[in-house]
DNA sequence: TTATTTGCAAAGTCTTTGCAAGCAG
DNA sequence: CTGCTTGCAAAGACTTTGCAAATAA
């Protein structure tokens, strides 16, 4: 689990706040902290990350835990990814290309989510980054169509 | 305007509804002519199709546009796209490449969308759809970074 | 000290759902 | 006819916001 290297780690935190002019607290290292711990299962919620507090007998309240998301993602520690299930997921915005470049397939039947390991945008990147002056810290693929199953249950 | 080959178009919607035992109405049919009349603006959310529905005194409801647009996404007409501005919004499946193969730069910190004509994609998803039998019709590739304009302002 | 941050509850936004009436096939 | 659809209003889900108290630097 913990051979991912993060781009970002708790460790950072501190540096990347006040290199933006935020302070560092226990509530946002809690939160990150959570994402490091599972980095394992993807796609967290802010309800689920809430839930996670909770069994810990946090006090964090679910407000601060939107706050703290919103802000870890403008800082590129965290990414916000959307499977159109109703509620923004973040996951961590990690260096380990198996994480980095898996994309998703979205049924647009069933809506299931697969995941697939795959990569082939370093090359379109770096062209994005040349012609738009973007700087990119991660990227999000979705596919949509028919999975396997709906495929076979008529279509 | 109308140099654009969609994948299907509204004489289409007819057999494509009965296909999947759905009916065919006239606000099914009403709100799918409104993608193809306004198919220079892309991103149309429910609200907008609905706002477009009132100036033509339309008397078609609110709840009917998202399921509408819902059941259109699912039979492949419209594809969602999904910009993290709390609201989902839709395009026409298109074929043409300029369109079809256009991605999204999200500045992290501003929320401002870039569009980014460029496609490298056409190789990986014959490979996806031959090692996962998923039927692709469509795709949505986001990049997550600052834009040029935050990264002159500090960062 | 002083501006930022938190927690709570209330408010807001987008979307879905229940149901009777209306329609398409 | 019969089951799918619609429109309305109400409910629901997710997220944001106002504000006083707490706190990091």
Do not use: W
């Not at 560092?24 to 990350?49: C, G, N, W």
């Not at 994309?103 to 082939?120: A, G, N, R, S, T």
């Amino acid at each position: 689990m913990s051979e991912n290297r993060q781009l970002f780690g708790v460790s950072d935190l501190r540096g990347k706040l006040s290199e933006h002019g935020y302070k560092m607290t226990p509530q946002r290292k809690e939160i990150l902290q959570i994402f490091v711990e599972h980095s394992d299962y993807h796609h967290m919620s802010a309800e689920d990350v809430y839930k996670i507090l909770r069994e810990k007998d946090s006090e964090i309240g679910l407000a601060t835990v939107y706050r703290a998301l919103d802000l870890l993602s403008e800082l590129g520690i965290l990414v916000q990814v959307d499977f159109g299930d109703g509620c923004a997921r973040y996951e961590l915005n990690t260096a380990d290309p198996k994480i980095h470049h898996h994309h998703h397939l979205i049924c647009i039947k069933c809506k299931k989510v697969i995941e697939f390991e795959e990569d082939l945008l370093d090359e379109l990147e770096a062209d994005i980054a040349e012609k738009s002056g973007f700087e990119i810290l991660n990227h999000e693929v979705k596919f949509f169509g028919y999975c396997s199953d709906c495929r076979k249950k008529g279509d």
